[in-house]
């Protein structure tokens, strides 16, 4: 093969790929070509059925026994925070919003739909997130 012409400037050489000719030849053998029928035909055992699944047998109920149980547990949390933010004092706190006002709230109170609604109804009902920041923290 001939050599590869480097194409030089000041600071670096570039490689010039055009000017290498290389003939690819790829010749496989009758013998190591691919099967083309190997994804038609089975081979081998096939799987045999034992009845067993993997994690039990899978009943598709409106109203599965761990949902029963996951409720159970979202509920005893949810009376466990809520009983701490009974007992938080109300703290006033400011929110300042991207164009410079500053709305007023209450701490573990205020919600940034109520600030929204407090704005209008229609930026309250379009809100999906709203980003949050504390300058200090509220105990």
């Known amino acids: 093969p001939a050599p590869v012409k480097l194409n030089a400037t000041g600071k670096f050489a570039v490689a010039d790929l055009a000017s290498l000719k290389i003939d690819h030849v790829a010749v496989v053998p009758a013998d190591k070509k691919r099967e083309k029928t190997r994804a038609n035909k089975e081979s081998g055992d096939r799987i045999k059925k034992s009845g067993e699944l993997i994690g ?55 919600s940034p739909y109520d600030i929204a609604k407090a704005i209008s109804q229609g930026l309250a009902d379009s809100v999906i997130v709203a980003p949050g920041a504390y300058t200090n923290k509220l105990e």
């Open 56 to 110: 039990g047998v899978f009943d598709a109920s409106k109203s599965p026994a761990i949902q029963a149980e996951r409720i159970e547990v979202f509920e005893r949390y949810l009376a466990k925070y809520n009983e701490e933010l009974a007992q938080k004092k109300d703290q006033p706190i400011k929110v300042s919003l991207p164009d410079g006002s500053v709305r007023e709230g209450i701490a573990f109170k205020t």
